[in-house]
């Protein structure tokens, strides 16, 4: 951490304002209340950081996330005390389970009352210790600025995710030394030496039918070209996690599709009969393991991960290497340099061989059909580089299944978290993000029930956001769980859905209903034609299963 000499003194609501500008933030997702008000103060009459007001304090996390994983900076939050932080609560899970930076700022009563109950009085500290990688308190001015350049250093660092910063009322009115930051902190982190990575290596050249499994670590270094290039070097198989999605490019022929209870069967019969995994920044959580179950994934388990602590969490690695993708793939890329492969070549022409085991889903009725949907809309963007969420249900399989990615065709879904009310505000933080980037949020009638409240923030800030919702008039995911476990006994998973179309108008946002499938492209066309928000209602088969 480097600060200069100019020094200055400032009242702590000064001091936050300031020390956000120097570290770079841009953008601040919030709600305010009493307990921050000096903090809203200050903002107002500045230009630098634009604040975006949300309407509930989860889409503002949500919504920071979207941004954080668009822009690779750190999102950041604001909002005050009680419930105005605990509504902050699953927005932190899920970016700790999934690693995307966060700062949340929330504001806490004065020092004096901490502990005592006092109005609007909620412990966040001890709430959110074991969802982020970090919790602070300040009650002292004095400890201000040093605490938030500490907080985006272990936010930004390692295996990226959420800080909370609690900060007591009483700090924004007194005054302390303010020392303008010129450099932000970098915490150090051991990487693989060459020789480790040289046996690694070795390993790999000297397997019959190794698989790289790619995960949302891959994006989080930054490592797409790297891995490319060293799949193409190699010339073999790559298969992807949901999160690891567009990190290969999935029209390449080396691609292999998605592994994981609602993956690719072929991608995960190439795992199976592989004699070698190679997991680049995958978890491994329980929707993929359950697929293995059969078969001792570790005695051939090598593990490349940024968090040595994630080593072996969930399989025994074989072999591992801790440290940054990026920096790892570039190291393997330099010991191939202008070396030629074609020992691999039978292996991945029996892995393609494997795409006839995947299913080509057919419609079960007369009615239009998610995942047709889907591929319309596929069809409809394919050549156009674009940011997608997701919201989380069958509507979120149905779109991982049948859109295509890439490094610029990406789609933001939650993963460990599996939280509905995500992939609308987090599509908002992408619209803030890229302005001139249409974003599409592809949504269920249960999940856009959520977050519906923001279509007042998209209207607010003229976002050119394209919503997608797949109406069934279910809970689908959990209907179908019901079919499958309870006998059909559908308990309290229909749903009543508002007129969509109205509440589009009710906001002066443009909207359509499509009932077939002759009615997408017109649909898609009025949707991507119109500069802001549109919405697009389909009407699809309520009882279709994945």
């Known amino acids: 951490m480097l600060i200069s000499n100019n020094i200055k003194t400032m009242k702590g609501a000064e001091i936050a304002i300031e020390t956000l500008k120097d570290l770079g933030v841009d953008t601040i997702f919030g709600y305010p209340g009493g307990v921050v008000l000096d903090l809203y103060d200050k903002l107002y009459n500045q230009s630098d950081i634009k604040h975006v007001l949300v309407r509930h304090e989860q889409s503002a996390v949500h919504a920071a996330e979207g941004y954080a994983r668009t822009t690779g900076k750190c999102g950041v939050v604001l909002v005050t005390s009680g419930p105005g932080a605990t509504n902050t609560v699953s927005g932190i899970v899920n970016a700790y389970l999934d690693g995307y930076p966060l700062v949340v700022l929330t504001g806490q009563v004065f020092k004096n009352l901490i502990g005592t109950d006092a109005f609007q009085e909620a412990d966040i500290c001890d709430i959110t210790k074991s969802c982020t990688k970090k919790v602070f308190q300040v009650t002292k001015v004095s400890d201000l600025q040093s605490t938030l350049i500490d907080a985006f250093s272990i936010a930004m660092n390692g295996k990226k995710g959420p800080v909370v910063v609690d900060l007591a009322k009483n700090i924004f009115s007194e005054s302390a030394e303010y020392k303008t930051v010129v450099s932000k902190q970098s915490l150090s982190m051991s990487e693989p030496v060459s020789s480790d990575v040289s046996r690694v290596l070795n390993r790999i050249l000297s397997a019959s039918k190794p698989v790289i499994v790619a995960g949302g670590g891959v994006s989080h270094s930054c490592a797409e070209d790297e891995l490319y290039k060293f799949v193409k070097s190699l010339n073999i198989p790559v298969v992807d996690t949901m999160m690891g999605l567009g990190n290969y490019p999935q029209n390449d022929g080396n691609y292999l599709g998605m592994i994981g209870i609602f993956g690719d069967r072929a991608a995960n019969q190439i795992v199976k009969?592989?004699?070698?995994?190679?997991?680049?920044?995958?978890?491994?959580?329980?929707?993929?393991?359950?697929?293995?179950?059969?078969?001792?994934?570790?005695?051939?388990?090598?593990?490349?991960?940024?968090?040595?602590?994630?080593?072996?969490?969930?399989?025994?690695?074989?072999?591992?290497?801790?440290?940054?993708?990026?920096?790892?793939?570039?190291?393997?890329?330099?010991?191939?340099?202008?070396?030629?492969?074609?020992?691999?070549?039978?292996?991945?022409?029996?892995?393609?061989?494997?795409?006839?085991?995947?299913?080509?889903?057919?419609?079960?009725?007369?009615?239009?059909?998610?995942?047709?949907?889907?591929?319309?809309?596929?069809?409809?963007?394919?050549?156009?580089?674009?940011?997608?969420?997701?919201?989380?249900?069958?509507?979120?399989?149905?779109?991982?299944?049948?859109?295509?990615?890439?490094?610029?065709?990406?789609?933001?879904?939650?993963?460990?978290?599996?939280?509905?009310?995500?992939?609308?505000?987090?599509?908002?933080?992408?619209?803030?993000?890229?302005?001139?980037?249409?974003v599409v949020c592809i949504s269920g009638d249960g999940s856009f029930q959520m977050g519906i409240h923001e279509l007042a923030t998209c209207v607010d800030y003229n976002l050119d956001l394209k919503i997608m919702i797949l109406n069934n008039g279910y809970l689908g995911m959990v209907r179908q769980l019901q079919e499958k476990t309870c006998e059909g006994r559908y308990s309290q998973t229909k749903i009543s859905n508002p007129d969509f179309l109205k509440l589009a108008e009710s906001y002066g946002i443009g909207a359509r209903r499509v009932a077939s499938i002759s009615e997408i492209d017109d649909a898609l066309k009025s949707a991507f034609s119109t500069k802001g928000p549109y919405i697009v209602e389909f009407c699809v088969e309520p009882m279709e299963l994945l």
């Open 273 to 438: 009969e592989s004699d070698l995994i190679v997991s680049i920044g995958a978890r491994f959580n329980d929707r993929i393991t359950c697929m293995f179950k059969d078969i001792d994934l570790s005695s051939k388990f090598i593990q490349i991960d940024i968090n040595q602590q994630e080593i072996s969490r969930v399989i025994s690695a074989n072999d591992y290497l801790a440290g940054d993708a990026k920096n790892i793939l570039e190291m393997m890329n330099d010991k191939l340099s202008n070396l030629s492969f074609e020992k691999f070549n039978n292996w991945l022409k029996q892995c393609i061989d494997l795409k006839s085991l995947n299913v080509v889903r057919q419609r079960s009725t007369n009615l239009m059909h998610s995942f047709e949907v889907i591929r319309k809309l596929e069809e409809f963007t394919k050549n156009k580089d674009l940011i997608f969420t997701s919201e989380v249900g069958q509507h979120q399989l149905w779109a991982v299944q049948n859109l295509s990615f890439s490094k610029n065709r990406r789609i933001l879904v939650s993963g460990g978290s599996g939280t509905m009310g995500f992939g609308f505000p987090a599509a908002i933080g992408a619209c803030i993000a890229n302005p001139e980037q249409p």
